[in-house]
Structures are given as C-alpha cells and as structure tokens.
C-alpha cells in the first residue's frame, strides 16, 4: 500500500520563474492539503482540496495555486517565484469518511531559488 | 488565537530517560492533536494523537497528556532510544480542518 507521494523530490528554479509541483495521496484517500515548510519550522498551511475544488486556504498569495484531478492527485502551482519561496513542499492526504481522520504526508519537494 | 507554542526548541537526553514536549494552544474549538516526527530528508510522520475528550492516550513508549482547562497538551517519551532522534512537532486542528502546527523539538538522545 503505497503511501503519499510527491514529485520532483528537488527542484532548482530562478526568481520570476513558475513551478508545478504533484503529489499522489495515499490509496483510499480524498482530500489533499499542501503545506510550506521553511528551514527550522514547522509546515504552514497553504490549501486544502476535495472533490477537485479548494475547500480551505491558508495566509498565501494567489500566486500559490492548485488543482485536484478526478483520481484525488493533486498539483501546486506557484508563479513568479521569490527567494523566500525556498522551502519543503509538503502534501498530505486524509479521508472524508468521519471525524479526526490521520493527515498522513509525503516526503516533501525541497524547491529552491537562486 | 490560531497559534500552538510548543517548548523546549531542543532536547537532550541520556538512553533509557524520559523526553517531556509540552504545546499549548488558545483556540478552544479545536478539537484534535496530534503529534508528529520527523527525521531529516523526510515528511513529517503520525505518532500519536488524542481527542479532548480523554486526558492520558498510551501507545508503546509513547503517552500524550492533555489538559483542556489549561489548554495544554505533552507528549512523553519513554525509555528514549538513540532512534528517537528526530524533529517532533505537536498540531491541533478543528475536525478536518486545516493542521497548525508548534515551532517544533529537536530531540537528540545520547547512548
């Protein structure tokens, strides 16, 4: 049972450029978050999808953005990329079925910018 | 009122000795905490987690306490391993809703 997986698992881009990010959630799961993860802290809400529509979003610009296919994968996009954007690309996956269900997480996109 | 403070920053403990985290949080409509680790190169993974209808969830070396009317909330690890060494974060959350995370614990434990 393969859990949440995300590519690339680096990523090398230039300030200005445009980066799409992809994540498979675990099998059985619906729902995918994406989270932000600077070096030395903890991951930072970013968006949440269900049913291919944006059920949630964090404190990001619209810049940041998403899509969730008919099969639950995911992808964020991010335009005009700022050093700051350097960071852990982090998905997770969780199903609808019931209350405090476990958000499970990839292993993350370590996405840098020169 | 969205924030979860977790402490220490870092941890450093002998083999076979206790690791105590401790999180607080101010929104009372949260409803789910869990706890996560998270060792270099990785994504964060589930350790344990509780409701705020229990005080005291148990599983193997791993207990959470919870406190609702101090609105706080530890994890113990037991008899820590030098494989215990990792990064652990607490977060709350409100049913499915968005996880918010603490600042993290670097814990290292020491043979």
């Known amino acids: 049972d393969a859990g949440v997986t995300q590519s690339p698992t680096h990523l090398i881009k230039t300030r200005g450029q445009q980066v799409t990010l992809r994540c498979s959630p675990k099998s059985g799961h619906d729902t995918v978050s994406w989270y932000q993860q600077a070096l030395g802290q903890g991951p930072q809400f970013i968006f949440q999808?269900?049913?291919?529509?944006?059920?949630q979003r964090g404190n990001f610009p619209d810049r940041f953005s998403g899509h969730q296919f008919p099969n639950y994968s995911s992808e964020l996009n991010v335009n005009a990329l700022l050093l700051g954007d350097s960071a852990l690309y982090l998905c997770?996956?969780?199903?609808?079925?019931?209350?405090?269900?476990?958000?499970?997480f990839g292993d993350g996109t370590r996405l840098s910018i020169l | 009122q969205q924030q979860v403070k977790q402490s220490p920053q870092s941890l450093i403990v002998q083999k076979g000795g206790i690791s105590i985290i401790n999180c607080a949080y101010e929104?009372?409509?949260?409803?789910?905490f869990p706890w996560y680790q998270q060792f270099p190169g990785k994504g964060p993974a589930l350790l344990i987690a509780i409701r705020p209808d229990v005080s005291e969830k148990k599983e193997g070396r791993f207990t959470i306490s919870f406190n609702k009317s101090a609105k706080q909330f530890s994890l113990h690890i037991m008899d820590s391993q030098p494989g215990d060494s990792a990064t652990y974060f607490c977060a709350a959350s409100k049913d499915t809703d968005k996880l918010i995370f603490g600042t993290g614990t670097r814990l290292q434990v020491f043979p």
């Open positions: 997770a996956s969780t199903s609808s079925g019931g209350s405090n269900q476990p958000q499970h």
């Open positions: 999808y269900y049913e291919e529509e944006e059920r």
């Open positions: 929104n009372t409509a949260f409803d789910y």
